[in-house]
């Protein structure tokens, strides 16, 4: 569970609750991703299909909830997913760690974390075994819509904002920049007042001092738009770029231009909304 921190949970109420629950369970996952709900606007869950090896596809549902204290490892945020796939437990103790480190490590709302966070993945393989590799890939593919949700859900947010880092020394190099970018307060308030002040997206990666970073191969992007060239500020017409910044989803790219290194992070914008939620949230 996630709620105020040192307020002990009602201990006797969630004992007497959980007596007579198993004749109330429901097949609609959103149920339970409402029930576990604290400051989430709506419910997330995602359902997606898995081939089998006779053309019978498994199931796999994953259901979420956090909005806000999420940075990695998750924080407060609660993932479960479920699948009728049989595969053995060393291989999807391994999927999950790998597809959790791309997705859900990946994403931040506040860069606050907390002492309650969990994401498990329960398979009861009554739909027969299937490809891990398949997989794999249906549960990155189902995660990293959820931890998309979970971005443009955050406390206060209005935009989601997407990261791609490229050219890094290394995929490790790469996170470390993707993710000073998405946490960025200025980056967020740049991207939620839609102020072209991109000199803070060079700013983000200088301060990350322990990456490989040559400022005169750095090139930045916004929806696709030129905004950093050479470690420079590039020539860009301000109501485009401003336009693109108060797009639904905002597009970052960053290219190191010192290897092969890639990285993808999630977060938004940062608003008075964010504020609002936060300064009374005890009292309240």
Known sequence: STGVIGVPLPIERIESGLRGMAAL???DPLVGARGM?????????????IEGPDGDPAVLTVVAKGSGMIAPNMATMLAYAFTDARLDAPTLDAVLRRVVARTFNMLSVDTDTST???????????????????FEAALTEACEAMTEMLARDGEGAT????????????DAEARVVARALVESP??????HGGDPNVGRILMAVGKCVDVAVDPERVHATLGGLPVVAGGRRAEFDDGTVRATLLLDTVELSVDLGVGSGEARAWGCDLSRGYVDENAAYYSS
């Open 116 to 134: 309650s966070d969990t994401c498990a993945l329960l398979a009861n393989g009554l739909a027969g075994p299937v490809d891990p590799l398949h």
């Open 37 to 49: 709900m604290t400051t989430d606007s709506h419910p997330k869950a995602i359902s997606v299909e």
């Open 159 to 170: 935009r989601l904002l997407r990261v791609v880092v490229r050219g890094a020394a290394t």
């Open 25 to 27: 369970l429901q097949a």
């Open 186 to 191: 200025l980056i967020k308030t740049m991207v």
